[in-house]
Structure formats: C-alpha cells, structure tokens
C-alpha cells in the first residue's frame, strides 16, 4: 500500500483522470478535489452541502453526488464521523462541474415532484444516462427511505425505478452492461437487477419470500460490518468499500463467494477506484484517517464510460516506482 494523500476531510468518490491525476470528493470540506500521483492536491470546486460520490460523464464534465450536508461528531480516536443530517441541510441534488474552471451548476433536485434526499453515488452507462443512489436521510428519530434512479446527462429526464429500498448506496454495471448492483449500507448486502434498456429493470420491484424490492441476493455479509460505494472489476467481481472492518469486499457476481482484501490504517474505507497502468491499481478512499491510498490489483478495474482527460496513460509518471 502506498500513501498518495493526507488531510483529506472525510474523502469519498475517487475518479481517475487517465493522466495521472484523481479526482475525490471531501465531504466535510464540501469540496471537488484533484489530486495527482505525487500528493500534490487542488480545489476544482467549493459545492457546499455534501458532495459524496463522482463520475466523469460524456461530455467530459464531472457528475457530483450530493446529499445536502451531514453534522459531524468526533470519535474517541478523535476522527470525524457523520451525525445525521446537517442542522443547514441544503437538499439533496445532482451537481455538474466544469472541471476546467470551477464552475458548477445544479441538474437535478427532485424527480416527478419527489425531493432528492441524499444521493450517494452513480455510474454512467454507455447512453449517456447514470443510475444513482440516494441513501435517504437520517434524523435523530426519523429516517427517510432510500432509492434509486436513472437519469442522463442532459438534464433532460429522471425517474425513480426501485423503491423502497433499505440506505442505498454504492452502484454500479456488469462488464456487459446488462446488470445493475447495489450495495446497503446498514444490511451490508449487494443486489443485482437485470437490465433491458437504459434505466429499465428486466423485474418488477416488488417484495417476494427472497426480496424486499426484486432485486437478487448477490453478497449477504457474515457478521457485523457495513457497505459503503463500490466499483466492479473487469472480471465481474464487485468490490465494495466496507466500514467497520477496513477493507474491500470482493463480490463473485453469481454470488458463489466473497473475500476481504485488508487496507490498513483505517475501519473506514468508503470507495474505491481503477487506474494507473491497464488499470491495474486501485485507488481508495479512509475517511476516518483523511487518506487516498493505492493498492495493487490482481486483474484490471473495469473501463468506465465517460470522456477522460487522456485515453492512454503516460507509464512514465509511474517511473519514480
């Protein structure tokens, strides 16, 4: 494991850029944040609220998550944890930002009337239209269900296609395109759901003796542990942040197994990312320990859609390893 950078305020949603450069998400600085390979870091953008999961989309812009903003606690260990939504709550949305200037602009707040409430993460497929997370919100005695939606880029058309569903959270497609998973937060459980066509489910969402909303069981965790984002690998796997534990679940997507790959240092790993070289490292977020980290991989991270900086990787940025 390798350090790339330190005092990061509870990072999430590491993009990489292709050109040796990542992209995270600070969710209590509220910020956009770029940093490169030698842990130098820039602000793209202050967006206030909660930023808390990123994509590039197709017009090479960068697609924000945010869930409105949390209040924060301090642990024993004196780490900042979430607590709740934030006493200035600014509403749940989906952001673009010109990654360029800074500048940002809001795309969505609501679906067919609904308010956003925390969305959490997204994935772009290849129509130019992203699923997304929203987690819902938590109050000290009230606790607003999660869901989750389609929409393109354009901020043409959003809809809502599975509902409820128990703090939804990290998303993302099969190699091929024709599955979408889901990972719960509070379940540590990630399910997957046939697609048809952009935003479309193969199922009805209904509740049935094997599911609450349709979906199929793929991973139930063992014992006490939480799932946070996720990324699948270009075998298929689905590789899951995972809290409590410090660590990334990895998913066999018939759900004929799992395993725990271990990043030390920290129980909290929110997400993670494929880059470098054939995309064979991948970069995760420690939110407890402010850290974005860079691990080998055993087979290479599955190619994103969108438009990234640079298609072809420079090796020689890598040189100094």
């Known amino acids: 494991m390798r ?3 330190e005092d990061l305020w509870f990072p999430e949603g590491p993009v990489w850029l292709g050109d040796g450069s990542l992209l995270v998400v600070e969710i209590r600085r509220q910020t956009l944040t770029r940093i490169w390979l030698d842990g130098r870091k820039s602000i793209v953008a202050e967006l206030g609220g909660g930023p808390n999961g990123a994509a590039i989309g197709p017009d090479g812009a960068c697609y924000v998550c945010n869930n409105g903003g949390f209040d924060w606690d301090r642990n024993d260990e ?36 609904e308010p956003l409430r925390g969305p959490n993460d997204l994935v772009f497929d290849a129509h ?30 959003i ?33 997957a759901w046939p697609l048809v066509a952009p935003g479309r489910l193969a199922v009805p969402v209904k509740a049935s003796a094997s599911s609450p909303h349709g979906g199929r ?12 984002s996720l990324a699948v690998d270009a075998s298929g796997d689905v590789c899951v942040g995972t809290l409590d534990r410090g660590g990334i679940t990895v998913c066999k997507a018939d759900g004929s197994g799992s395993r725990f790959v271990e990043v030390p240092g920290d129980t909290h790993v929110t997400n993670l990312c494929f880059g470098g070289p054939e995309l064979r490292r991948a970069y995760v ?14 087979v290479p991270g599955l190619p994103l859609h969108g438009t990234y900086r ?10 100094s390893r």
Do not use: C
Request: charged share 25%; hydrophobic share 40%.
């Open 3 to 5: 350090v790339i950078a």
């Open 78 to 113: 004196g780490a900042y944890v979430t607590a709740g939504a934030a006493s200035d709550y600014s509403g749940g949305r989906i952001e673009r930002v010109d990654i360029d200037t800074g500048e940002f602009s809001v795309l969505y707040r609501e679906a067919n009337g």
């Open 128 to 157: 130019g239209g992203f699923y997304f997370t929203d987690t819902g919100k938590t109050r000290e005695r009230i606790v607003e269900r999660g869901a989750v939606y389609y929409a393109r880029a354009d901020g043409s058309s």
């Open 159 to 191: 809809e809502e296609i599975i509902f409820p569903i128990s703090r939804p959270n990290g998303v993302g497609l099969s190699p091929d395109g024709a599955t979408l998973y889901v990972s719960e937060t509070e379940t540590a459980r990630v399910w």
């Open 217 to 228: 069981l793929v991973h139930a965790a063992p014992a006490y542990m939480r799932f946070d």
């Open 285 to 298: 977020t420690q939110a407890y320990a402010g850290r974005l980290v860079e691990i080998e991989w055993p």
């Open 310 to 319: 640079a298609k072809d990787v420079n090796d020689a940025v890598f040189s």
